[in-house]
């Protein structure tokens, strides 16, 4: 018997790697998720050709949208196979431009002031153990923003996760059968994910994010000095109510001096 709860510090890494995890995830509603980009780049990012970078892109779909919506976007995503997929799926598309890189390092990878927003959306934020790497990424967005930009971080919103959870479900999907275990612990929502591999071997990955409500999240973002501007609940951008599926915080970054 496997312990359900047994976590790699570095579980992303190699979880979001794996044919299983794209299997997992692969009825994400795609329609849903441009309805949420025209919506944000209509009330949030109303000018045209702003420098955008989309933070943890996974496969490209929010990245991709933006761009067809007059932006310049890089995406950025540590997943090898989640970038390779969206480099081949977006070819063909202009103004963006795809890396596999660590949202930890930013400095090291762009300039000062390099873009004029940075998202982060479907949860791609809050998974490391240890919080200095998460002061290092907000760091590293606050290096990379302009001044007067905005960050756009997409979250789950905690007392909507602690009303639904499912604490147990087998799902089916392709050649992999799931089987799922959820519960709030220790400041973390984990989801404990168990499957057999094609080579018939038994995985097991645990996700981990942190357990923040929406005030935790906007106490980060004020000890940049950042604003905080608008909080939806939705992807169509309805006001932030305990009842809301989603925490989506809009921050400014104000100018020196």
């Not at 479900?169 to 989801?191: L, M, Q, V």
């Amino acid at each position: 018997m496997i312990d359900l709860w047994k976590s790699d510090s570095d579980w992303f890494r190699h979880w979001f790697n794996t044919d299983a995890y794209h299997s997992l995830y692969q009825k994400r509603d795609d329609r849903e998720a441009e309805k949420f980009i025209e919506q944000v780049s209509h009330v949030i990012l109303s000018e045209r050709n702003l420098r955008v970078l989309d933070l943890g892109c996974g496969a490209g779909r929010h990245a991709a949208h933006l761009a067809e919506l007059g932006h310049q976007v890089t995406g950025v995503d540590l997943s090898e196979n989640s970038i390779r997929s969206a480099q081949v799926k977006y070819a063909k598309r202009d103004r963006l431009d795809f890396r596999v890189g660590d949202m930890r390092t930013l400095p090291i990878s762009f300039s000062l002031h390099q873009f004029d927003a940075v998202v982060s959306m479907f949860t791609s934020m809050g998974y490391f153990e240890d919080e200095r790497d998460l002061e290092f990424t907000f760091k590293g967005i606050d290096h990379v923003l302009s001044e007067q930009g905005v960050f756009i971080l997409d979250f789950l919103n905690l007392p909507w996760v602690e009303s639904k959870l499912v604490p147990e479900e087998i799902i089916e999907r392709e050649d992999y059968s799931f089987s799922i275990h959820r519960r709030i612990a220790g400041g973390w929502i984990e989801k404990s994910i168990q499957y057999v591999d094609s080579s018939g071997l038994p995985k097991h990955f645990v996700e981990r994010v942190r357990a923040w409500s929406p005030q935790d999240w906007e106490r980060q973002l004020e000890s940049l000095g950042w604003r905080t501007l608008h909080r939806y609940g939705d992807y169509s951008l309805n006001p932030l109510t305990l009842n809301s599926p989603r925490c989506i915080l809009v921050a400014q970054k104000l100018s020196c001096g």
